[in-house]
């Protein structure tokens, strides 16, 4: 399974992004797929993430500002960020996790993958 996101960039205090991540290979089911950050020198942080029964989460500091949307058919979520803080400055990753059929169809399996990140920064 692989995860590609692109979108990320330079944008100016107040601005907006839109983030896209595309999942492709062995994949039967999706539960959750979403977005996580990781700024230099801090911790992978939860940005929003979307579970197969279309709940969404999101980080306390993105509320109100991104939304997460996910089109199950295309295997695809996307991440709307408006109103861009420069703190928001940092690497975005997507990252899912995925059920998949064995080769020889006896079972199933659930692993976790991430993207390549991309970058994103907010600055005047």
């Known amino acids: 399974v692989q995860l590609q996101a692109s979108g990320g960039g330079l944008v100016q205090p107040g601005g907006s992004l839109r983030l896209s991540c595309a999942a492709s290979?062995?994949?039967?089911?999706?539960?959750?797929m979403g977005w996580y950050r990781q700024a230099p020198g801090k911790e992978r942080e939860l940005v929003a993430h979307?579970?197969?029964?279309?709940?969404?989460n999101y980080g306390d500091s993105v509320k109100g500002r991104f939304t997460a949307s996910r089109d199950n058919a295309k295997n695809t979520v996307y991440l709307q960020m408006n109103s861009l803080k420069p703190e928001d400055t940092a690497v975005y990753y997507c990252?899912?996790?995925?059920?998949?059929?064995?080769?020889?169809?006896?079972?199933?399996?659930?692993?976790?993958?991430w993207g390549q990140g991309t970058q994103v920064t907010v600055s005047s």
């Open positions: 990252g899912a996790e995925v059920v998949s059929r064995s080769s020889s169809g006896s079972y199933y399996y659930t692993s976790k993958y």
């Open positions: 290979g062995s994949i039967f089911s999706i539960n959750v």
């Open positions: 979307i579970v197969s029964g279309g709940t969404t």
